[in-house]
């Protein structure tokens, strides 16, 4: 059995704070996803994860000081300070986020008494040596081990209407469509391949200098080898060997062994140094095509930029517009309310003389 299992799936519009303003939010998946509760038996830790496709959009660790925070009857938050971000879930229905958040609240109560668990237990045996606590190593996932079975999941076959996707309130933090993100996460990988690329770079130049020392020593050891085996046909060709000579031999082809040995270990180091090669050689592929994915983001960020203030001028010409005309329906009703007027005294001045006659 694998080691993390989930225990509850539902079906979610997920959202991630925008880490530029803090204020929007931006969605993380087209459409709404599964999202899991998973629990890692070995080390009493509970996980929230979603999967859209392969990559992961949630991966966050529930811990005792988290505060699941309903804003609205469909949308729910939570912040997570190892993760540096703010997560938000869109549901189709209240009672789904109802009982997500009674989920959420139930396994930080058992983190937490996990947590004090384990804090005792360090207490009673731990020694100075040992009190670091293990980092959060976090298990490999896939899309199919993410398929809970609680009666809430939605299937695949499930129609999704349009009108079921939860958006944030007004409560919430503001949605936005911003495409920022997009170039952070691109800039991140970037500089990531860029810096093991430089170790790797570093790393090979270091090698290359460790090989030609290790050619010069093997050229050394093979001399070596070829003097001493002269020197063994020579003693064997004296005739009359004595007992030191014959140990003499024995040394000699023990020594000869032991060149041999060492001779196999730096050909073995040769061939590891030649993997690192084809391993720097296959960064730098990867970080040329992601620095052309990252120009192509950047050319359609101009491109919906130069949109929306095509939009926003069309907008302000169009208030404008408005203005005017309201402002000529306000003279308008004006004239009308003085005419009307005047035809009520009009009318008053006939009904006299008509009184009058």
Not at 36 to 59: C, E, H, P, Q
Not at 203 to 219: D, G, H, I, M, P
Request: hydrophobic fraction near 35%; include cysteine; charged fraction near 30%.
């Amino acid at each position: 059995m694998a080691r993390e299992q989930p225990i509850f799936s539902t079906r979610a519009h997920v959202f991630q704070i925008d880490p530029n303003t803090k204020k929007n939010w931006v969605p993380t998946s087209k459409h709404a996803v599964t999202v899991s509760y998973f629990f890692d038996s070995t080390r009493n830790v509970y996980r929230i994860i979603s999967l859209d496709g392969s990559k992961a959009i949630i991966n966050s660790t529930i811990t005792p000081n988290m505060t699941f925070t309903k804003t609205s009857q469909k949308f729910g938050q939570w912040a997570d300070s190892r993760a540096n971000t703010v997560y938000g879930l869109g549901f189709s229905s209240e009672s789904h986020l109802v009982k997500f958040a009674e989920k959420f609240a139930e396994f930080k109560e058992a983190a937490r008494l996990a947590k004090e668990k384990s804090q005792e237990k360090m207490e009673l045996t731990s020694t100075p040596s040992q009190e670091s606590a293990p980092g959060d190593l976090q298990s490999p996932l896939t899309s199919e081990s993410i398929n809970g079975t609680d009666n809430d999941r939605v299937t695949p076959d499930t129609p999704q209407h349009p009108e079921a996707r939860a958006e944030p309130s007004q409560n919430a933090l503001p949605f936005s469509h911003s495409s920022s993100s997009i170039n952070k996460h691109w800039e991140a990988e970037l500089a990531a391949l860029k810096g093991n690329n430089a170790k790797l770079t570093a790393a090979l130049l270091e090698s290359t200098a460790n090989v030609k020392q290790w050619k010069q020593q093997l050229a050394a050891y093979q001399e070596e080898a070829e003097r001493l085996h002269k020197r063994v046909t020579e003693l064997e060709c004296v005739s009359g060997q004595t007992t030191g000579i014959k140990s003499q031999k024995t040394e000699l082809n023990r020594t000869i062994e032991e060149l041999e040995l060492a001779l196999k270990a730096k050909e073995e180091e040769l061939e590891r140094l030649k993997a690192e090669v084809e391993s720097a050689n296959e960064f730098r592929s990867q970080r040329d095509s992601l620095t052309q994915r990252l120009q192509e983001t950047e050319v359609r960020n101009q491109t919906l930029e130069a949109q929306l203030t095509d939009l926003e001028q069309r907008l302000e010409s169009s208030q404008l517009e408005r203005e005017a005309f309201r402002k000529s329906l306000r003279s308008l009703l004006e004239l009308l309310d003085s005419k009307i007027f005047e035809l009520n005294e009009l009318r008053d001045a006939l009904a006299k003389l008509l009184e009058g006659s």
